[in-house]
């Protein structure tokens, strides 16, 4: 059996009245989650941020659509220990512009300053107040989210742009130093498994056709396509048909 994520204890984000802005109720439903990388590898990913992209300070996140009733955020930056206690303690994740959950760009500039109201200088807000930030696609819907902060950003489109490679590099190797994909991946186990059939099945039923009606269409009888439908409820891991094609739309089977 495979070891339990490595983090500490999870939140779940909740809506209340100090969180009621539109941001917090599109995020009402996430886990936010910190995970603890081994000391060395987190020190490894310093040196490469700075070595790769000129930037100092990192922040890493790796949005899971699994379960899609309370998907999660999985997270990891080398900020300094006040401020990552006020981030937590604060939920500031439900207001962080890099965990957009609505956010379509591909690289954005963001600005965290209304988050460290109320810290002293000292705690170093100001290094990681403003920066940039990548979001990458990856396998069974998830998003990898890096951004980089304490150095000036890059002006440019093309500058940013050049940038790119570096951070979908960094956004590997983050990924291993958590160990996050090998843990999260039997959530997808058997998904290359679907066969031709079975995908076809799976796209008729997305699209709203009864098992008697998809029956008719590939000329089989009923309890065949009934039995595709375990077959594929199987394979994704589904407590459901109803789960499997939301399952089966995050993964861009459909």
């Known amino acids: ?42 020190c490894d990913l310093q040196d490469l941020v700075r070595a790769s992209t000129g930037f100092a300070r990192f922040f890493f996140a790796l949005r899971q659509p699994f379960p899609v009733s309370a998907p999660s955020v999985y997270a990891y930056d080398d ?15 439900l207001r962080d512009p890099v965990l957009d959950p609505d956010g379509s760009d591909d690289t954005v500039h963001w600005q965290r300053g209304p988050l460290w109201a109320g810290l002293p200088a000292a705690a170093g807000a100001d290094a990681v107040s403003a920066g940039i930030a990548f979001r990458f696609p990856l396998s ?26 570096a951070a979908y590099h960094i956004c590997r190797r983050a990924l ?51 039995f595709h439908i375990k077959r594929i409820t199987q394979k994704l891991h589904a407590r459901n048909k109803t789960q499997a094609i939301a399952k089966a739309a995050l993964m861009s089977l459909l």
């Open 1 to 42: 059996m495979d070891a339990p994520l490595p983090h500490h204890a999870p939140w779940t984000i909740m809506e209340d009245a100090m969180d009621s802005t539109p941001t917090a109720a599109r995020r009402a439903g996430f886990t936010f989650i910190r995970l603890t990388p081994p000391f060395g590898r987190l």
């Open 79 to 93: 900020y300094p220990d006040s401020l990552r206690r006020h981030y937590d303690e604060q939920r500031a994740w």
């Open 140 to 165: 069974g819907g998830r998003h990898a989210i890096l951004a980089l902060s304490d150095a000036p950003a890059p002006a440019s489109a093309e500058q940013l742009e050049a940038l790119r490679p």
């Open 176 to 226: 291993d130093a958590a160990a996050l994909e090998r843990k999260l991946d039997r959530t997808l186990e058997a998904t290359e498994a679907l066969t031709r059939r079975e995908l076809h099945v799976l796209r008729l039923s997305a699209d709203g056709f009864t098992a008697e009606e998809i029956a008719n269409q590939i000329f089989v009888a009923r309890s065949t396509v009934n």
